[in-house]
């Protein structure tokens, strides 16, 4: 019923940048908060960034200063703003939602970072 699609990803080397982006289709009566996770084969999970329905936001220390999360929220679509790459930023980032008490994820998309 609810589907999150995520897209962006790709190679890129270091200190360049990347943009994803995550689009969410189906009924839902109102999105709570939004973010992206990334877990690679063989990582923990890390919650990297979120955003809530007033416009905060929270980042991983790992990111702060570099990656920006931001949403649209008429077309329901999540951004991430990802600059001054690192290889250590390598991983498949994935996209959530958060409804009530329900929560929805994307399938990922791949992000790799060479030196």
């Known amino acids: 019923q609810v589907q999150l699609v995520e897209s962006g990803g790709g190679l890129v080397q270091a200190g360049e940048s990347l943009r994803l982006s995550c689009v969410v289709s189906?009924?839902?009566?109102?999105?709570?908060?939004m973010g992206w996770h990334r877990r690679a084969l063989g990582k923990q999970r890390e919650l990297v960034a979120t955003?809530?329905?007033?416009?905060?936001?929270t980042y991983a220390d790992s990111v702060k200063g570099r990656f920006t999360i931001s949403r649209d929220n008429g077309g329901n679509t999540l951004y991430l703003q990802m600059n001054s790459l690192k290889p250590e930023d390598t991983d498949v980032y994935y996209c959530?939602?958060?409804?009530?008490?329900?929560?929805?994820w994307g399938q990922g998309t791949q992000v790799t970072v060479s030196s």
């Open positions: 959530g939602a958060v409804s009530g008490r329900f929560s929805y």
């Open positions: 955003i809530h329905s007033g416009g905060t936001t």
């Open positions: 189906g009924s839902i009566s109102s999105i709570n908060a």
